[in-house]
């Protein structure tokens, strides 16, 4: 954390909405990224992210900075997530299976800039959509042990922080999650041309 | 890591970076002599690479303004909290000037220590009145243990938001045979084995609401003394509850807090204070008023605080403190077990303000001023 940020820290904790707006702003798409990974849909995800910032707005002023403020930032995120699937579970009312919605505008804009050929725009969408797919498909905890390190970057450690688990339980999720992700895109290896990931 | 189904376990973790040393050594001279395992890495590569080059999905429009709204909301709402949780100050004697003298109660929601019972039947254990909005499964958890079945009985008593806390207390009454219990800081052991059973909840994913209650009600009477036995034993029958903090107040010299009050020292201002059940304090109002009279009698708005969302902070605020002190136990150094107590301390305060607000939740706080003529 640099001297900006702790400055932007102190300011949160004393309950100033614009710093810590400034605090979380490059966290906002992590965050509602990990949501949308997690709850499997996009308006559920913004909810959920907003239901996140605001615990941790709350929350703040006691936040000790003994772990790093993402880890914190994620663990909250998390909770409020998992939280929710398991209020659903208990209600049994809605699917969790939803397919991942998938934003045309940033994918029309990421294509651009790539300068990439028409057809080779569409197989990556095609792309895109199976591994969403296959991600949503996995078991909550391993979807969210796996997002939580290939989307937010963390940790074994820290992932075993956010999760409250012990770290070879972090480890083994992952590696059963990715071996999960590979069978089931091995059978759709058409798709899978490597050249389209850098 | 001698066999393949070892090595293959830790694919992700020599990727990702996570192999100490000499577990990568094992797994580079393993994968150097299987082709197979060599293969299975390669293509677990593939897929680590896929997942990890996904790209973002964008904030949906309007994300940051609906955000900015909430969070100016609770900055203003947390503002307010501040300002109830404390006790509010005794109302300025100038108030009292335009009252003919009588008795002044004033109900607050404040911070209450500590409750000794008038009447020694108030009749819950200090977690019946919690109210929680409960997903189904709850209720069957809190029956496992019996140590935890007060909180089951009143999670099924609780069907009501509102004056929730009121129907814990009477059904405790029916079901428990009067089983009265003074609420005390030093009930520990009670306290930490309720709140593990509550922590059980949160984790099930129940939110836990909290309602502060307040009024204001004021009575006319001739003699303060007389008055403050009458409304002693109205509080006793209605099951009211002295707080120990403010019992010694009685009989304390008003001082108007900028001093500058033509009526400063010429009251002698008793006050009391005491807790009801919601339902306790209306039937104590009716008998305070067939007691002294209606016309002698103001009954104030009864203000409903809603201390969710301050309380639920908390609780979020306890698990941070849980996990930062479970990290800190792990690296097992002298210089943790410092900051280790001072957490501890730290959390403990925490708690405390939890328990203040689960209390004051399930009780109406009453704090009464009585003023000579």
Known sequence: MDQNEQLLLEKAKAGDVAAFEELIEAYQKKVYNLALRIIGNADDAADLAQEAFIRIFKAISGFKEQSSFSTWVYRITTNVCLDEIRRRKNRKVISLDEEIHVDDGDLKRQVVSDETGPDEAAEREELRRVVNEAISSLPVEQRTAITLRDLNGMSYEQIAQILNCPAGTVKSRINRARQALKNVLSAKRELLSWDYVK | ?373
Do not use: W
Request: hydrophobic letters at 35%.
């Open chain 2, 1 to 373: 890591m001698k066999s393949c189904a070892d090595v293959r376990e830790n694919i992700s973790a020599y990727v990702d970076g996570e192999l100490s040393a000499d577990e990568k050594i094992s797994f580079e001279e393993h994968i150097n002599s299987c082709p197979d395992c060599k293969k299975e890495l390669d293509e677990m590569m593939q897929i680590i690479r896929l997942c990890s080059n996904m790209p973002l999905q964008q904030l949906p429009e309007g994300f940051r303004d609906e955000l900015h709204e909430k969070l100016t909301a609770v900055a203003a709402r947390s503002k307010n909290i501040e300002t109830i949780g404390k006790p509010r100050k005794i109302p300025h004697a100038k108030t009292f000037a335009s009252i003919a003298a009588g008795i002044l109660l004033v109900f607050i929601g404040g911070s209450i220590v500590r409750y000794g019972l008038l009447s020694g039947n108030l009749g819950a254990k200090n977690d019946a009145g919690n109210s929680y909005q409960l997903a189904e499964k709850s209720s069957e958890t809190a029956a496992d243990s019996g140590e935890d079945q007060h909180i089951a009985f009143s999670l099924n008593a609780d069907s009501t938001e509102d004056g929730s806390a009121a129907a814990g207390i009477q059904s405790m009454d029916n079901g428990e045979a009067n089983q009265s219990l003074t609420y005390k800081r030093s009930n520990d052991n009670n306290r930490s084995s309720s709140a593990k059973a509550r922590s059980e909840y949160n984790a099930l994913g129940v939110t836990e609401t909290a309602n502060c209650k307040s009024s204001e009600i004021t009575i006319m009477a001739d003699e303060p003394e007389t008055a403050v036995e009458t409304v002693t034993e109205l509080a006793s029958a209605n099951n009211g509850a002295m707080t120990d903090e403010l019992a010694g107040y009685s009989g304390v010299q008003d001082s108007s807090e900028d001093g500058n009050d033509a009526l400063d020292g010429d009251e002698t201002r008793i006050q009391l204070q005491m807790v009801f059940s919601q339902d306790d304090y209306k039937s104590f109002t009716n008998a305070v008023n067939d007691a002294f009279g209606a016309a002698n009698v103001q009954i104030g708005p009864f203000i409903t605080e809603d201390m969710t969302d301050k309380l639920n902070a908390l609780i979020e605020q306890t698990e941070i403190y849980d996990n930062d002190i479970k990290e800190l136990q792990k690296e097992n150094s002298e210089s943790n077990e410092k900051k280790i107590q001072k957490l501890k301390k730290e959390k403990e305060e925490i708690v405390r303000q939890i328990e203040t607000i689960r209390l004051n939740s399930d009780f109406v706080t009453v704090q009464v001023n009585i003023n000579e003529r």
